[in-house]
């Protein structure tokens, strides 16, 4: 049985309230003196003052898992500041809003989620900012699957969700509405482009090789999408931050070896031991480092996920090279 590590509501609640009492202040400038704040047994220690930085001009908007934030951002352009709350290599099932979020969601105009619960720490977020713009949800119209949250792995759910922000965006700032839908249409050109080479690329490798095995159950739209068999992951839920049992862990051994399965691939948001160690008992390769998995979240910038496409050729790329295939090469409009 998965068992979740605890989630304690009423804590983070009042932390996320305490810490954005101490920069909220009525726009006065801020002055904190030196506090200690318990955050499910961190212990952070604030000083200082300092001046509310102003809010930026024209549209803001703030987005939170990476993917969106970069959905939003291609969408936006140069019509507005798009804010991201979730970082890179940074899971959103788990995300601790500092206090920055709660400033940032007080000026925002509209705020672009994921949804499908993806962010139970959100309304929290919310409720402690005072946040009263408009609340875009990219998941509408999605066809969800077993409540995974994980839509945006599929690139034709992502050309979805691209259309539905530009078009809350659009109601929000309908000065703009002609750049953000002419952005949205060139971004979702270059999602038909990326779909259809993935699918190209993954092709020529027999079904039957098609095998993938995970950290945790975050690419299931990906798979179905790209015609690959899920041979099941180390971490049977769709939370990262869950924990697989010892009967778990054996009998995902014992189909990896079953199922003839190559590689064990790990994911950027998870450390790779447990990958490692189930790689070594099924006697497969892992496939971790510079060679790891974007699902739960993008990259750095400058690394090989730091965009959603970037993400999504480079995941496309291992898979293939790991069940024995050459990669084709990119489309012109997938190219720099």
Same mark, same amino acid.
């Given at each position: ?12 609640? +009042? ?38 930085? !102003? ?42 809003? !500092? ?20 962010? !139970? ?18 998941? /509408? ?30 109601? #929000? ?9 002419? +952005? ?56 990262? +931050?869950?924990?697989? &049992? ?15 399965? /190559?590689? #064990?691939? &790990? ?50 790329? #291992? ?11 990119? !489309? ?5």
């Amino acid at each position: 049985m998965v068992r979740n590590k605890p989630y304690v509501r009423d804590m983070k609640t +009042n932390w996320i309230r305490r810490a954005w009492m101490s920069i909220r202040c009525n726009n006065k400038a801020i002055c904190v003196t030196t506090a200690v704040v318990a955050v499910v047994g961190t212990v952070a220690v604030l000083s200082g003052c300092s001046s509310p930085a !102003p809010a930026p001009a024209g549209l803001q908007v703030v987005a939170t898992t990476t993917q969106v934030t970069d959905f939003t951002t291609e969408i936006v352009g140069t019509a507005g500041t798009v804010t991201g709350i979730v970082s890179a290599n940074q899971s959103a099932h788990s995300f601790d809003p !500092p206090a920055k979020v709660l400033q940032d969601l007080s000026r925002a105009d509209a705020l672009v989620i994921s949804g499908v619960g993806i962010e !139970p720490w959100l309304q929290d977020a919310i409720d402690a900012s005072g946040f009263d713009g408009t609340l875009i949800d990219a998941s /509408t119209g999605i066809n969800v699957v077993d409540g995974d949250p994980h839509i945006w792995t599929s690139v034709a759910n992502a050309e979805k969700m691209v259309d539905t922000i530009a078009s809350g965006l659009s109601k #929000v700032d309908p000065s703009q509405a002609s750049t953000f839908e002419q +952005n949205a249409a060139a971004y979702d050109k270059k999602l038909a482009a990326l779909k259809d080479w993935a699918q190209k690329d993954i092709d020529q490798i027999p079904a039957a090789q098609r095998l993938l095995i995970t950290n945790h159950d975050a690419l299931a739209y990906f798979v179905t999408e790209f015609g690959i068999t899920f041979v099941g992951s180390i971490i049977p839920s769709f939370d990262d +931050n869950a924990e697989p &049992s010892a009967a778990e862990i054996d009998a995902l051994v014992a189909k990896i070896k079953e199922s003839g399965a /190559t590689a #064990v691939f &790990s994911e950027s948001t998870i450390s790779p031991k447990l990958a490692e160690t189930i790689a070594a008992e099924a006697g497969v390769k892992v496939y971790s480092g510079e060679d790891v998995l974007y699902a739960d979240t993008l990259g750095p910038a400058g690394s090989d996920g730091a965009t959603y496409i970037q993400a999504t050729i480079h995941n496309v790329r #291992v898979l293939v090279s790991a069940w024995g295939g050459t990669n084709i090469p990119l !489309p012109a409009e997938l190219t720099p």
